[in-house]
């Protein structure tokens, strides 16, 4: 019998072969079934790849990273990344914000409780401040590599994105706050407390990126910068009080 022998149409018996082949067209599409992450897994997903690009950030800059070298690093797809982090500008914002975020818990922790207003803030900025010495590489990462290359740009609508310390900022807003109401003064200056922050970025360039100040006395200089810092607040050189006229 010449050519392909239809079973529907004659009476003969099909290979073991075709009967193989037809099974398989026949068969229901079963694909390996995997599960979903728990909320618990993934966010140990995401801390893995945070600690992993960090790495990569602090050895390389923006250039070093990788999807593709970080997934392997983590043992995911490239794919599964792009879930958490769509673009490598993404992924840097979530750098940032791990470190600033391991930053002020340290700082938070350092506050002494039933301590009076100065007292906490001091134990604050400390705090803050010795995290970035101990940390050097970090501050660098945060507050001083910045590239400007082309997917940079295009990944972030034409702007470089930039560290966002908001719950430093908002703690020391409290902070502050807690000095002026010991002290019996109404409002802030504006920028008193931007202006605090500034202050604590210009000790931690000095001291770290600067080689004349690299056998100075970082601890002495560090509790004469917050000592002064404080004696602005308490004394009221860092607040502005509104008269009743509109004047500052």
């Not at 010991?182 to 604590?200: D, I, N, Y």
């Amino acid at each position: 019998m010449r050519g392909i022998v239809r079973a529907c149409a004659y009476d003969v018996k099909i290979g073991p072969s075709e009967n193989k082949r037809a099974d398989a067209m026949n068969a229901p599409d079963v694909r390996p079934y995997r599960a979903r992450r728990t909320r618990a897994e993934q966010r140990d997903l995401h801390e893995q790849a945070v600690r992993a690009s960090l790495r990569m950030f602090e050895d390389g800059g923006y250039e070093a990273l990788s999807m593709r070298k970080l997934a392997s690093q983590v043992g995911v797809p490239p794919m599964s990344l792009y879930r958490y982090f769509p673009t490598k500008a993404h992924l840097i914002r979530h750098i940032w914000a791990d470190l600033l975020l391991r930053a002020h818990s340290q700082a938070t922790a350092a506050l002494p409780e039933g301590a009076d207003a100065p007292t906490r803030l001091a134990a604050y900025l400390e705090a803050w401040l010795q995290y970035w010495l101990d940390n050097r590489r970090h501050y660098w990462v945060v507050f001083a590599i910045r590239d400007s290359g082309r997917d940079w740009v295009a990944e972030t609508d034409g702007g470089a994105p930039r560290p966002d310390p908001w719950r430093v900022l908002a703690t020391l807003s409290e902070l502050v706050d807690g000095c002026v109401a010991e002290g019996g003064r109404s409002r802030l200056h504006p920028h008193a407390v931007e202006a605090l922050f500034c202050k604590t970025l210009g000790f931690l360039t000095g001291v770290i990126g600067m080689a004349s100040l690299a056998k100075a006395d970082v601890d002495g200089l560090k509790r004469s910068l917050v000592n002064e810092m404080v004696e602005q607040v308490v004394s009221g050189r860092a607040v502005a009080l509104q008269a009743e006229n509109g004047g500052a």
